[in-house]
Structures are given as structure tokens and as C-alpha cells.
């Protein structure tokens, strides 16, 4: 019988049988290597198949499940790394907890700097009639401060969203505090702002937080935009959307019961007076919902989510690349461009947009100085390649992978090394 038990996961693979429910998280999965000679003599047929049967063995993602539901019940221990489970197992990411108790605070000396460029990038776009926005977005450690574990303790009085908050009134910047607006509806909305087992704010708040967007564009345009109008609420239990994406991530056995949430039933104003703007959001995944759902699509006319100031998502598809070359020209077309972040990722706002805009708009040399910095930097690593045996070799297979030329190989290789080295320069410059 126990001999039958350890065999299960065997036969069950040899049999193909069906997969159970598979985990889900953030992880690389490996992908079955063909054979080769090459990659058996030196061991990485080996390991790639050790990596890959680990990952596909019968049963797997049951007995992960099984694990860390003991786990969870016995000691209140995550599966994931990233996940705290607090009081009444809600669900936190520890950013969210750390920004709330200032731990993540490092002082003010940096966000005063940003501030005064982002002050400049307002005056300069506003010259051609874009109206700079930043919306601090609600976080969940500080929206459910009761129930984060007593072990974490305040590091500060003062976080970075005080400070972000402070410095963008004394500069007279356009400013939508989301933030403190949940804080003071948490006791007045008839629903769950947030939920119990996800991190972004509820659904039922997505569609609060996108109608308030639109008004206050009203507002500072003076002029009628197209408005989110709720025609029902449906209740459930079972979570939809995003609102149990921490709990997803611990890959347990059973569910965590979750709150009464609900789920707007809307549509969009469709008078003859109202206009669509052109926005371009620069954020991090709380605009997602917004942007993925479709509700943005229908708010805003050549609507673009930056993501992270990193990947370009429009009508056209994406995720497409940022152009430096075209930044400035895509900025000065848009009639907001807005950027938002929730407080847990405040320490590295707004993502690198203020740096490399406000270097754009005052010096305009900087694109061809960059550029011809960059081969400078792309001609060093070809040779580089080229004088170290070990290296060249690598990419002679890189070539033969591809099936391109060997200079060619060089050169991607040394591209890539090249952007990756002016990428640590303007982190340790900001």
C-alpha cells in the first residue's frame, strides 16, 4: 500500500491523467529542453529535466496546496512570500503595511527634488493645454489599519504619502487625494471599499474611484465629460475580478470566506454636449482594472496606460515600448496626463516619468547626448565580447539559436548590456 501511494504521482503522469487545478502565483515555469549533445555534456539537459519533472509531477499542485493549507491553519503562515495574513485573515502585501507604518519612509529630501520637476513638466505641458494630474491612490494597510498583525510595529509618524500629499499643495500641483477620500467614506458606503482577500481596492470602489476621476476632469476643464452611471448593485460572496488576488496567490486547499462584496451594473451618459478626453495614465496596477475592463475605453478618447512608465497599452493593442524620442510629442497630445500610485509604491513614484521628462524639456540636447552615449557604451561591450573567449562562445550558440549572423548576436548582446548599464546610472542619478 505505501509502495502503490508513492507510485500514484508516477503513474498518474505516465497515464496523462487530468492535471488538477493548477497554482497560481508569480513563477518561472520551466520549459521542457529537446535533447541535444551540446546540452548534455554539459549538464543542462540534465537539470532543465530535473527542473521540469519537479514542476510536473502527478499530484503536484495538490500536494503544494496541501502543504500550505496546514500551514495557514495550523500557524497563519503564507505560502507566498509577498502575502501577510492578519487579523481575521485578511490579506495584506507587506508594502502596504510598510507604507501605512512609515517604514518604508527615507525622508524628504528626495521627493522635494521630484516635485519641483514635476512642477516644470506642469508649467511647460501646460503651455500647450495639458493639465497635469497626480491621484494618490488608497492603500490597503491604511485603509484597514485593525487588522494588520501586532508584531509590525510604527517606524515613523511621518509616511511618504504625507509627505508626496504636502509638497504637491505647497506647489499648487493638480491633486486628486483618493487616499484620504476612501479613509472618509470606509464608514459611510454601504460596501466594502476594499476587500477582505484581495490588495487593490473592490470592484464596487474601481467604479467609484473612475467616476471621481472623471468629475474632477470636469471640473478643471470646465466642460462635460462622459460620466459612469450605476443602473444596479448585484451582492455575492463569491469574489470576482481582482478582489481575492492575494488569496490566489497562497494556493490553498480551500477558500478564505470572504465579504458580502458588490459588483456595479453600469453604463456610460451618451449626450451630444459630453466629450471623451485624450488621457494618458502613468500608474501602477490599480489602474488595470479601469484600463482592462474596458471602463477607460469608454471615458476617454485615445486612452494610453503607461504601465509603470515602463509598457505603452492603447487601442492598439501593447504592450508596446516607450520611445524617448517620442515622449514629449505623445505627452503634448494628450489633454491630462495623470499619474497615480497607491502608497505602497510611493518610494519609487512616478516610476522614472519625472526624471526623464524634466530632463527632455530642459535640456533638448539630452536624446542625442543619451544616444550617442549609448554607443559609446554598445562599441565597448563589442569588444568586450570579442576579446573574451567564454563570452564569444555563448553567443557563437546565441547566433545559431536565432539563426542569425554572429555580428549580429554581438551586437544584441552588447545593446542589451549597454541599456542595462545606463538603467543602473539613472537609478543611482535619481
Known amino acids: 500500500m505505501l509502495m502503490a501511494i508513492m507510485l500514484l504521482p508516477m503513474i498518474h503522469h505516465l497515464a496523462n491523467g487530468k492535471k488538477v487545478r493548477p497554482l497560481k502565483g508569480a513563477?518561472?515555469?520551466?520549459?521542457?529542453?529537446?535533447?541535444?549533445?551540446?546540452?548534455?555534456?554539459?549538464g543542462s539537459f540534465q537539470d532543465n529535466r530535473t527542473n521540469y519533472f519537479n514542476e510536473n509531477f502527478g499530484f503536484r499542485s495538490m500536494a503544494v496546496r496541501l502543504y500550505n493549507q496546514m500551514n495557514f491553519v495550523l500557524f497563519k503562515k503564507s505560502g507566498a512570500q509577498e502575502v501577510v495574513i492578519g487579523k481575521e485573515n485578511y490579506l495584506y502585501e507587506e508594502n502596504y503595511i510598510k507604507a501605512y507604518l512609515g517604514i518604508n519612509y527615507l525622508g524628504r529630501n528626495t521627493i522635494v527634488d521630484k516635485v519641483e520637476k514635476?512642477?516644470?513638466i506642469?508649467?511647460?505641458?501646460?503651455?500647450k493645454g495639458v493639465k497635469v494630474i497626480t491621484i494618490l491612490a488608497p492603500g490597503k494597510g491604511s485603509f484597514y489599519p485593525e487588522y494588520i498583525p501586532d508584531y509590525y510595529r510604527r517606524a515613523s509618524d511621518t509616511t511618504l504619502y504625507d509627505v508626496w500629499k504636502a509638497e504637491i499643495q505647497k506647489n499648487n500641483l493638480l491633486l486628486l487625494d483618493l487616499h484620504q477620500w476612501f479613509r472618509n467614506l470606509k464608514s459611510k458606503s454601504p460596501y466594502p471599499l476594499f476587500p477582505k482577500t484581495g490588495v487593490h481596492w473592490s470592484a464596487y470602489g474601481e467604479i467609484l474611484a473612475a467616476d471621481t476621476m472623471v468629475k474632477f476632469m470636469e471640473t478643471v476643464a470646465n466642460q462635460n465629460f462622459v460620466n459612469i452611471l450605476i443602473d444596479s448593485i448585484q451582492l455575492s460572496t463569491t469574489t470576482q475580478h481582482t478582489d481575492q488576488d492575494a488569496e490566489e496567490s497562497l494556493n490553498l486547499l480551500t477558500d478564505i470566506p470572504d465579504l458580502e462584496m458588490a459588483y456595479p451594473q453600469y453604463h456610460f451618459s451618451n449626450s451630444k454636449e459630453e466629450i471623451r478626453p485624450n488621457v494618458i495614465f502613468i500608474s501602477d496596477s490599480y489602474y488595470w482594472g479601469i484600463y482592462g475592463r474596458g471602463i477607460a475605453a469608454n471615458l476617454?478618447?485615445?486612452?494610453?496606460?503607461?504601465?509603470?512608465?515602463?509598457?505603452?497599452?492603447?487601442p492598439a493593442g501593447g504592450p508596446f515600448k516607450i520611445e524617448p524620442k517620442d515622449l514629449i510629442q505623445a505627452l503634448e497630445s494628450a489633454d491630462f496626463v495623470v499619474l497615480m500610485s497607491t502608497d505602497a509604491n510611493l518610494e519609487k513614484f512616478a516610476f522614472g516619468f519625472i526624471e526623464t521628462t524634466y530632463r527632455q524639456i530642459t535640456n533638448p540636447n539630452f536624446l542625442n547626448e543619451q544616444s550617442e552615449k549609448r554607443e559609446m557604451m554598445i562599441q565597448e561591450f563589442i569588444f568586450y565580447i570579442k576579446s573574451s573567449p567564454d563570452w564569444l562562445k555563448a553567443v557563437e550558440q546565441k547566433a545559431k539559436d536565432r539563426n542569425i549572423s554572429l555580428e549580429e548576436a554581438i551586437r544584441l548582446d552588447a545593446e542589451y548590456m549597454a541599456d542595462q548599464e545606463l538603467k543602473k546610472q539613472e537609478a543611482s542619478t535619481n
Not at 506642469?122 to 503651455?127: A, P, R, Y
Open 118 to 120: 514635476l512642477k516644470v
Open 122 to 127: 506642469s508649467d511647460s505641458l501646460g503651455k
Open 300 to 314: 476617454f478618447n485615445n486612452n494610453a496606460f503607461w504601465y509603470y512608465f515602463h509598457e505603452v497599452y492603447n
Open 27 to 42: 513563477f518561472q515555469q520551466t520549459v521542457k529542453m529537446d535533447f541535444k549533445i551540446d546540452a548534455w555534456m554539459d
